[in-house]
């Protein structure tokens, strides 16, 4: 891989954190991000995340109102949804710094008043990184509700690979200094683009890769409509493709949980991490 293709989220996050605001135009919103700010002679100031093999995008608490099943969809809005238009676009790498096609982001977030659709799906939806391993959806900005400052949340999941669930943070957010979830690692870069706002994050999964080696996806997982049956009574164990309704029991390394939203189980979606999926016993 030659230097030009090896795109820096650390050079990246490092300008957006400089700029305060708004980052600059072109780090936003396509391959040329990192590229342009290397070519231009800004020496990036720290190793690019993909040299190292450190640093993957570190993991968030999931919050209580991930929901599964979540339409599978690139825009969250309709012509009359409420809110700034938010477009938010990345790539998802692996430690290699080569892209991921195929990766499962799945998001959530609150509408503009600051509330999440525990009922629906308003503001949620799961769609998968194209060939070039891009992403983009279209959604708002969202509102704020008590004790956090503003976020949207995602499940990221390379074919085959553990699911990273983490949170999208908005540059100069008062509440940012207040926020004790709040991560800077997890800033997204963005700009005004009247009549809306653009913002921009590349992930980095824990996954493997040589600079020849792509990776491949053959195990594609996706959260699609539970086939939710029922389960024997008294708690078997947890297994991932097994469809749960709630209230069901089972097992999990020892401890016993009930099933708290009809779901398909996914790898990753053990119950010790989705808390609500599973309560413990
Ligand atoms: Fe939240």
Not at 52 to 66: I, V
Not at 120 to 129: A, E, I, L, M, S
Not at 191 to 210: C, I, W, Y
Request: charge should be neutral.
């Amino acid at each position: 891989m030659d230097e030009e293709n090896k795109l820096s989220r650390k050079t990246v996050l490092k300008a957006a954190l400089a700029a305060g605001v708004a980052a600059p135009v072109a780090l936003i919103g396509g391959p040329a991000l990192a590229r342009t700010t290397v070519a231009s002679g800004q020496a990036p100031e720290l190793t690019p995340a993909c040299d190292d093999g450190d640093d993957p995008t570190p993991p968030q608490t999931e919050g209580p109102y991930f929901k599964p099943n979540s339409p599978q969809r690139t825009s969250l809005v309709t012509p009359n949804t409420q809110g700034t238009r938010l477009t938010v676009s990345g790539y998802v790498f692996g430690l290699g710094c080569l892209p991921i096609s195929r990766v499962l982001l799945d998001f959530w977030q609150a509408d503009v008043n600051g509330a999440y659709d525990n009922v629906g799906y308003t503001f949620r939806g799961h769609q998968f990184t194209n060939d070039q391993g891009a992403f983009s959806l279209s959604t708002i900005v969202p509102g704020l509700y008590p004790g956090r400052t503003r976020h949207i949340h995602v499940k990221v999941q390379a074919p085959g690979r553990p699911v990273l669930t983490t949170q999208l943070y908005f540059p100069n957010e008062p509440r940012n200094n207040t926020d004790s979830i709040f991560d800077p690692r997890l800033l997204m870069t963005v700009r005004d683009a009247p009549p809306g706002r653009q913002a921009a994050f590349d992930f980095v999964l824990n996954v493997p890769q040589t600079s020849t080696t792509r990776p491949t996806s053959t195990t594609q997982t996706t959260p699609t409509t539970s086939t939710s049956t029922s389960n024997p009574p008294g708690g078997t164990t947890w297994a991932a493709g097994t469809g749960y309704s709630a209230g069901t029991r089972v097992t999990y390394s020892g401890r016993g949980y009930v099933c708290l939203q009809a779901h398909t189980a996914q790898p990753g979606w053990e119950p010790p991490s989705t808390p609500a999926l599973w309560r413990a016993e």
